[in-house]
């Protein structure tokens, strides 16, 4: 597994969203902080397509997008990418509902296709504490491929309990619950163009207490 990253990305400030920057139908959302704006992730989303298509030039690329939080991401990146590529997808799963602390980790690759020989980029949203993506890692090598790398949008660095690091990220972030571009809470929030921090008062509105 590479340990030497391709990018990184400082922190940033938050800034709190008013009506006036998002109307959103979802009343948790309407004043809740930013932690990387829609502005932000667009360009970064750029870059690491630049990234991927100068690595992966003239090699059989295959990106493996992990259901669901990375289907935002998995949309942008490939079309920010310049080389021919395959789109596959894989399941795992150790959040759920509203759940906010991982549990037992499960992954199912029932619609990962031959892999055999290519080049493939796991593509997740979020390094966490690292468990996710190393058991996909494990998995996906089962099929043989040519290498593998790990990349993700947002890589929360103090929670991090595994001896391996994401090879490609785009923002490093504090320890806090992000939803939007895909991250989401009890399966909303998804929508936004941001990344939001949940905090105690948002998740309680979000769980109607």
């Known amino acids: 597994m590479v340990r030497k990253n391709l990018s990184c990305r400082l922190e940033r400030p938050k800034q709190r969203l008013t009506n006036a920057d998002y109307d959103s139908s979802k009343p948790a959302a309407q004043f809740m ?3 990387i704006t829609e502005h932000e992730i667009r360009d970064r ?6 990234t991927l298509s100068e690595t992966y030039a003239g090699r059989p690329l295959t990106i493996l997008g992990v259901l669901t939080g990375s289907i935002v991401l998995l949309a942008d990146l490939i079309r920010a990418t310049s080389v021919p590529l395959r789109v596959a997808l894989i399941q795992a799963a150790s959040y ?3 759940r906010t602390t991982a549990g037992e980790l499960t992954i199912n690759s029932a619609l990962v296709p031959d892999l055999r020989g290519r080049d493939v980029v796991i593509l997740d949203d979020i390094f966490d504490t690292g468990n996710t993506m190393v058991g996909m890692l494990e ?3 089962e099929f043989e491929p040519q290498s593998i790398r790990s990349a993700v949008l947002l890589w929360k660095t103090d929670r991090t309990v595994v001896d391996v690091e994401p090879d490609i990220y785009g923002f490093k972030i504090p320890d806090e619950f992000v939803v939007g571009y895909g991250l989401d809470y009890n399966d909303e929030y ?3 163009p941001y990344i939001g ?4 008062e948002d998740l309680k509105h979000a769980s109607g207490n």
């Not at 989303?45 to 630049?50: H, S």
């Not at 921090?197 to 105690?200: C, D, N, R």
């Open 33 to 35: 902080k930013v932690l």
């Open 96 to 98: 759920g509902g509203t």
């Open 139 to 141: 998995a996906v090598q």
């Open 197 to 200: 921090v949940m905090e105690e």
């Open 45 to 50: 989303v750029t870059e690491l397509g630049q």
């Open 190 to 192: 998804r929508h936004l």
